[in-house]
């Protein structure tokens, strides 16, 4: 189960983006597309297959896409250390 | 009391029938255009989508600022402007912000206490030796600049009130950080008002809104007696006039009908404009002796060198000023950065 840092992660949603300020490390991030869809599910926690199957139904990509996909944004995620350890 | 909704109505109105992108940012109601389009499924161009963003950011960093500040300061801290009347509009996205206004009575000791709690100094010393706050102060990592007050911005013709008779008449911050203080919404209406007075008089829409938004949570009975009480009636009564004929319907005086041309439809004020109505200010403002001489001092104010100015800078200035009078604000501030950047 992966999840959203919940300490000094703050962000609010503009029309279909994503805007949150990561108070700790001083970054902001605008965040649309794809990556806003999946935002909601990282809030409450969920794992990468479910994150995948949500951009299937979106976009009617195929499974394989919709993971490849499902695992860069995460990766971003991570490196800019958002993501609960 | 409450939120007035057909306030909001008519700010939709006046909205749709601005002159421009730049105009809507002038009066600072490109937020709540951008809100408006999108509900009703216009696109909203890229640099309002921009501005939405960084708004965003600036509401986001503003309570965790704000509880670094109240952590920091003994005593009682008061927050004016920005977040605290962005709380009483229908929808708080739409004030935008770029500072937080503390009014605290020791304002140099808190402002020693910030610094040691990681606080930076911005700004030359010397532009904040003689003004309403200190030097603006950034937490290195948030967006928000801080600015601690003594007192509260008024112009020079009104009685400023103090920041222990403000205390006095407080109430908790709408923000809902925990021992942080708001003037009540009668009294901020009042210092809203007189704040709009002091820089661009009935010059910018939102000032207006922000008056009437933090009015709706304050009866009205005690702002018109609170304004009897500073003697700042007249201020208060023509302001009041003005937006509740612009965001109303209440009839519209005949000196809005010169004054206010710029917010009906809604357009920039030219630089003849700005300069003749914060000359004249004083006249709509206060009562017949008083403004008599709160205008000339007004006038002396207008022809004066501004701090460390040159006679022949002061000559450009007023040149520029006189060539450009009937160009917008915003295209008279443009030709002036282009020009000092050049040299000229």
């Known amino acids: 189960m992966l999840q959203l840092r919940t300490d000094g992660l703050n962000w ?30 990282l809030v409450d926690g969920a794992t990468p297959e479910q994150l995948a199957n949500i951009l299937v139904e979106a976009y009617g990509i195929d499974e394989l896409q919709a993971a490849a996909d499902t695992e860069a944004f995460l990766g971003s995620l991570g490196e800019q250390g958002l993501l609960a350890q | 009391m409450g939120s007035d909704l057909s306030m909001w109505d008519e700010l939709e109105a006046l909205v749709g029938h601005a002159s421009s992108t730049q105009a809507l940012r002038a009066h600072g109601m490109h937020l709540f255009a951008a809100r408006r389009w999108r509900a009703a499924g216009r696109t909203v161009p890229e640099e309002l989508r921009e501005d939405e963003r960084r708004a965003a950011v600036l509401a986001l960093a503003a309570p965790l600022l704000l509880e670094q500040v109240r952590g920091a300061c003994d005593g009682r801290v008061m927050l004016m402007k920005g977040p605290e009347v962005a709380a009483c509009y229908l929808d708080p996205s739409t004030r935008y912000y770029r500072d937080l206004d503390i009014l605290v009575e020791d304002p140099r000791a808190v402002q020693r206490a910030l610094i040691s709690c990681g606080f930076a100094e911005g700004g030359r010393p010397e ?28 112009p020079p013709w ?13 109430v908790p911050s709408a923000t809902r950080v925990e021992g942080l203080l708001a003037p009540s919404p009668a009294a901020h209406a009042l210092l809203l008002a007189a704040h709009s007075w002091a820089h661009k008089p009935l010059g910018r829409l939102r000032d207006l809104v922000d008056v009437l938004a933090v009015l709706s949570h304050a009866e009205r009975r005690a702002a018109h007696e609170l304004a009897r009480r500073w003697k700042w009636e007249r201020m208060w009564t023509t302001t009041l006039a003005a937006a509740d004929a612009i965001l109303g319907s209440a009839p519209r005086p005949m000196w809005l009908k010169v004054w206010g041309r710029h917010l009906q439809p809604l357009r920039e004020r030219t630089v003849f404009e700005d300069h003749l109505q914060r000359v004249a200010a004083p006249v709509y403002a206060l009562k017949g002796g008083r403004a008599v001489r709160a205008l000339g001092a007004s006038l002396g104010e207008f022809a004066a060198r501004y701090p460390g100015e040159s006679r022949a800078d002061q ?24 020009q000092s950047e050049e040299g000229t």
């Open chain 1, 12 to 41: 609010r949603q503009i029309d279909d983006e994503i805007v949150a300020l990561d108070s700790a490390g001083g970054a902001y991030l605008a965040i649309n597309g794809p990556g806003a869809l999946l935002w909601a599910p």
């Open chain 2, 158 to 170: 009104l009685r400023t009130p103090s920041a222990g008779e403000l205390m006095e008449m407080s």
């Open chain 2, 315 to 338: 000559f450009r200035r007023t040149g520029r000023a006189v060539a450009h009078a009937f160009m917008d604000e915003s295209a008279h501030a443009l030709t002036v950065q282009a």
């Open chain 2, 127 to 154: 532009a904040f030796e003689d003004i309403h706050h200190l030097r603006p102060l950034v937490l290195p990592g948030l967006p928000l600049i801080v600015e601690v007050h003594h007192r509260p911005k008024c």
